[in-house]
Every structure is written in C-alpha cells, then in structure tokens.
C-alpha cells in the first residue's frame, strides 16, 4: 500500500519504509527531541512528513556516512534539522549516480565481471576527514582477519605475528 508524500505514517509503516526496527525508531526519539510524532488514544504514534525527512536524514548520517549518535546531535545542535534532512538527499543523489541501469539479461543477479571489478576497483569517497583505503589494502586485511578467525575457531596456536591487538585493531575501510 503506495501512502501519498504527505500522509502521516504509523511506527510499522515508518520502519518498513526506512528498513529499521521499531525498537530503533522508539530509541531514536529519546536521543533526538527534534523527532516528535503525533501520539494519539493509547500511545499510538503518527509521523508526520516533516518527522519523515528528519529520520531519513538521520538513517543516512547513521548507516550511510557513517555519524554516531553524538555527531548527528552535534549536527542538529550547531547546524540545525535543516542539514540533517539534506543529508538523505545527499546519500539518495549518490547512490542513484552510483546505481547505474541494470541490463535487462542479467541472470539471478550476477553482476557482470567487466562491471564487478570497476566497482570494486573504485575507492568511496566518504568525505574530506577520512581516508580512503585502496581495495587491495581492504582484501588484505580482511583476509589476515579471517585467517586469524579461522585459527581461533580451529583451536590452533595463533602464530608470534597475531596478537591480541591484531583483534582489537579496525579493520581496514571502516572508522
């Protein structure tokens, strides 16, 4: 069921449409005054289209660029609900130039090769405070990850080289 942009929504809809968990939505209230949805008999909660925007803003500094709760208060703080709210306009722009059309002879969903290794072979820019980490690097430690993962699992003395802080450390591509 197709709601016009202007309908209000309730919790289930909202956190089908954002691909969130209610409990999330809930929790995200608490942290975030600025969210404030409608609440009616019983508690019952309806997000207006303004609430709309500001959680998908929020969901986009959180799961796409990457904020902690802290930095997206920081930004409603200092830069207003405004910024927020164009930041999933932001992440929408770039994900649609990064999508480009699929050709209609895909089969089950395999990427082509020739596109695959053009993906992967491009580094994300996430913006001017962090570093890009080439895919190479990435592969690398992922693979020293799994390696260690895999001794562990198998019961197997982890070699002079891996330490507790090899564990410890993050991983490559992510901050």
Do not use: C
Request: aromatic fraction near 4%; avoid cysteine; charged fraction near 30%.
């Amino acid at each position: 069921m197709n709601k016009s942009a202007e309908a209000f929504r309730t919790i289930g809809e909202v956190a089908d449409e954002l691909q969130i968990p209610k409990h999330v939505l809930r929790f995200w209230e608490g942290r975030f005054p600025q969210i404030r949805p409608m609440k009616r008999g019983g508690g019952r909660r309806y997000y207006r289209p303004e609430d709309m925007e500001l959680l998908r803003g929020i969901r986009a500094l959180l799961h796409a660029e990457g904020y902690t709760i802290r930095g997206v208060q920081k930004i409603l703080r200092e830069h207003g609900v405004e910024q927020v709210k164009a930041a999933a306009h932001r992440v929408a722009a770039a994900q649609a130039a990064a999508a480009p059309a699929e050709p209609a002879s895909r089969k089950r969903g395999r990427k082509p090769v020739a596109r695959a290794t053009a993906t992967a072979a491009q580094p994300e820019n996430k913006g001017p405070e962090k570093t890009v980490v080439p895919v190479k690097v990435q592969i690398l430690a992922a693979m020293r990850e799994l390696e260690i993962a895999r001794a562990i699992l198998l019961g197997q003395p982890l070699n002079a080289t891996d330490s507790a802080d090899d564990l410890k450390k993050p991983r490559a591509g992510r901050s």
